[in-house]
């Protein structure tokens, strides 16, 4: 109301419903800015930093086909209902990114996992969006998308099984594990 109060006082010949056409036309417009992209699947330069298919090898298998041991001490830990990845992991990041370099002809998997606090819903989109950070961040890194995949875990893998903040801590994370040929 008080917008309105100010507007009627610098442009006094305007009445109220041309003031309010004169609005209406303004946040249609506003609402307007870009392009609205199709749907469906982006081709492979496209991709977006919020998409990461699973390896479209039919046999694939997250379970069996994926080799945490060589990345273990690259876990990526992240705070309380965060998926800002912390500057003090930053670096595990720069030497798994380094790892890929040495090895041009591996892929990773990138598994988001929470603390059991908060429902299953919104932990499996939680280990997403932590798995999508620590995604988008190895492509800053040079790391081409193809070769990295997501899948999150939600509460339902947890690598400690108590109940104190210690445990929690080791909870959330985001595992890098290399997927087998």
Same mark, same amino acid.
């Given at each position: 109301?008080?917008?309105?109060?100010l507007?009627?006082?610098?442009?006094?010949?305007i009445?109220?419903?041309?003031?309010?056409?004169?609005?209406?036309?303004?946040?249609?417009?506003?609402?307007c800015?870009?392009p609205?992209?199709?749907g469906?699947?982006?081709a492979?330069?496209e991709e977006?930093?919020?998409t990461?298919p699973l390896?479209s090898?039919?046999?694939?298998?997250?379970?069996?086909?994926v080799?945490y041991?060589?990345l273990?001490?690259?876990?990526?830990y992240?705070a309380?209902?965060?998926s800002?990845?912390?500057?003090?992991e930053?670096?595990k990041? $720069?030497?798994?990114?380094?790892?890929m370099?040495?090895?041009?002809d591996?892929?990773?998997?990138?598994?988001?996992?929470?603390?059991?606090?908060?429902?299953?819903?919104?932990n499996?989109?939680?280990g997403?969006?932590r798995a999508?950070?620590?995604? $988008?961040?190895l492509?800053?890194?040079?790391?081409?998308?193809?070769r990295?995949?997501?899948?999150?875990?939600?509460?339902?893998?947890?690598a400690?099984?108590?109940?104190?903040?210690?445990d929690?801590l080791?909870?959330r994370?985001?595992e890098?594990?290399?997927?087998?040929r």
């Open positions: 109301m008080k917008s309105y109060l507007l009627r006082r610098f442009l006094p010949t009445d109220s419903r041309q003031l309010f056409l004169f609005l209406t036309l303004l946040v249609g417009i506003s609402g800015a870009g609205k992209k199709s469906g699947v982006p492979p330069e977006s930093l919020t990461s390896p090898r039919g046999d694939f298998n997250p379970e069996t086909d080799n041991a060589p273990h001490a690259e876990t990526i992240f309380f209902d965060s800002a990845i912390p500057s003090g930053r670096g990041l $720069e030497k798994a990114a380094q790892w370099t040495d090895n041009p591996s892929s990773l998997l990138l598994a988001g996992h929470c603390d059991e606090r908060g429902t299953e819903e919104y499996r989109g939680l997403e969006r999508l950070a620590v995604r $988008e961040y492509i800053g890194l040079g790391i081409s998308p193809q990295l995949h997501t899948i999150s875990y939600g509460k339902d893998r947890p400690s099984s108590g109940h104190g903040e210690a929690y080791r909870n994370r985001v890098l594990g290399v997927i087998a």
